[in-house]
């Protein structure tokens, strides 16, 4: 009985065949336009059109997998330019003109940063001073392999460091230096000098050296380079067009290829990015990779300024947020931090363990606001109210920084100030609040608490703590939001 009825639905189903019910549909809509089919085989158009939109979805993707790598190549070459900087030597950057090139840069502090190429002159010495100093070495993923200073292995006393890159050997008796190994050929490294006596950040920003292992009994002179005054400096933000696709070509012919990026680059294939082969996009490759570059920055603003990651809000109370939402390392035991990654490496440069600490008093905190109270955008011609609750969590200071919401650097005013600080001389209320105003014109009297503004710009603004304490981890120090004030 079994068999008999099986058999009777198969000549049904002929049947239904042949009068064409079964057929599939001709033309199907979809979210890209109608579709075209015959007898079920997409057309040549259609074809042509779902290849397109295949490469442009991917291509949209690769951009956002692309952040950290790009901004490390962006952020090598704007230090030649804007220092005439090569490998070994260090750039110094220090005041509103030096920070202000550097993707969310502090202007409260000097920074000092090299960069450095493994496969010239294989593994490479990175010598630290001792001092107060905040800082990582990164590979050009920007994943921390080490941190130095107060929350590195030297513990702020100095010491040499030993980066040895893919495939080279460590070399032998090596006694006295801390062993680190670099996933990729390319460095940088950054510190912040957090001493506030002159001469001692001055010593500690002149007191690092790179140089070939090799070369370490007789290594090159250290060259410490600051930007020349009266030049235009060039920003270290990711490049739009076809030079961010050009810079993502270059750096991975130089690099290995890690096996949780061999997706992406063979999606990147038919767009003529491929590790072998140089990039000579056609016209139809152009138009799909600039029209990706379009959309995945504003899927890149999106994820940053408007971050969806569980528990990515301060406190619900305020539109504060986390900063970092990624794991330094950047992979989890369940899967790659793209996203997480993504969101701070549009809007940031670097990473380091301190700057994640989950220690009372050591580290960084970083507290990021995108929105005013009422939930808009910050207009650069109206002016805002920032009241700083009293007894902020920082054991050594805390700071204001705004930045230009298109280029996430310093805000760009006459007056050349970006920032307010807790090692500034700033007013107080009597109850121990601090009122700080962002807008065109400083409000009568509090011309020491302000940071202007530029009309026909938006900006938003970080709250950095510098030895952040109890009431930052358990979130009892509340962070109100920006007011509109008259």
Not at 58 to 79: D, E, F, G, M, T
Not at 225 to 230: M, Q, Y
Request: aromatic share 12%; proline share 7%; net charge neutral.
């Amino acid at each position: 009985m079994k068999h008999v009825s099986h058999t009777i639905w198969i000549v049904a189903a002929a049947a239904l065949a042949a009068s064409g019910a079964l057929a599939a549909p001709q033309t199907i809509d979809t979210r890209i336009g109608k579709l075209s089919f015959e007898h079920g085989l997409p057309t040549e158009k259609s074809v042509t059109r779902l290849f397109n939109e295949m490469d442009f979805q991917r291509a949209v993707q690769a951009y956002l997998w692309a952040l950290p790598i790009v901004s490390q190549v962006q952020a090598k070459i704007a230090q030649k330019e804007n220092t005439g900087a090569e490998d070994g030597d260090v750039g110094i950057y220090e005041g509103y003109r030096g920070v202000s090139v550097w993707l969310t840069a502090n202007a409260t502090t000097p920074y000092i940063i090299g960069f450095y190429d493994l496969s010239t002159r294989g593994p490479a010495v990175l010598d630290i001073p001792a001092g107060a100093i905040a800082g990582s070495a990164m590979d050009f993923w920007q994943r921390p392999f080490t941190d130095f200073g107060i929350t590195g292995p030297d513990g702020g006393k100095g010491g040499k460091y030993l980066v040895v890159g893919p495939g080279q050997e460590t070399p032998a008796a090596v006694e006295g230096y801390t062993v680190v190994h670099s996933p990729t050929f390319n460095f940088g490294y950054f510190y912040r000098a957090l001493d506030t006596d002159p001469a001692k950040a001055e010593a500690i920003a002149t007191g690092v050296k790179a140089y070939a292992y090799a070369q370490r009994d007789n290594p090159r002179p250290t060259r410490y380079l600051r930007p020349p005054a009266g030049t235009k400096l060039m920003l270290t933000i990711q490049p739009r067009g076809l030079e961010y696709w050009q810079q993502l070509a270059d750096i991975i012919e130089k690099e290995p290829v890690e096996e949780r990026d061999r997706f992406f680059l063979a999606m990147l294939r038919p767009l003529g990015i491929e590790k072998g082969k140089p990039f000579k996009p056609d016209e139809r490759q152009k138009k799909i990779l600039l029209d990706a570059g379009q959309l995945g920055e504003a899927m890149a603003k999106a994820n940053s300024f408007d971050k969806r990651f569980p528990g990515s809000r301060y406190r619900e109370d305020a539109h504060w947020d986390y900063v970092l939402m990624l794991d330094p390392a950047q992979d989890l035991p369940g899967y790659s931090q793209l996203d997480e990654r993504a969101a701070y490496f549009y809007e940031g440069v670097a990473t380091s363990k301190g700057m994640v600490s989950q220690t009372p008093g050591v580290g960084q905190a970083y507290l990021g606001s995108y929105r005013d109270k009422a939930g808009h955008a910050f207009d650069g011609a109206n002016t805002y109210r920032l009241r700083i609750p009293a007894n902020p969590p920082a054991k050594q200071f805390w700071s204001l920084t705004v930045y230009d919401l298109d280029t996430r650097t310093l805000i760009q005013s006459r007056q050349q100030i970006a920032d307010r600080s807790s090692r500034m001389d700033i007013a107080a209320n009597p109850d121990g609040t601090v009122d700080i105003y962002v807008g065109p014109r400083a409000p009568k009297g509090a011309e020491k608490n302000w940071i202007p503004s530029v009309p026909g710009k938006a900006w938003f603004a970080y709250v950095r703590l510098y030895g952040p304490t109890e009431g930052y981890f358990d979130k009892s120090w509340p962070l109100p939001d920006f007011e509109k004030v008259n």
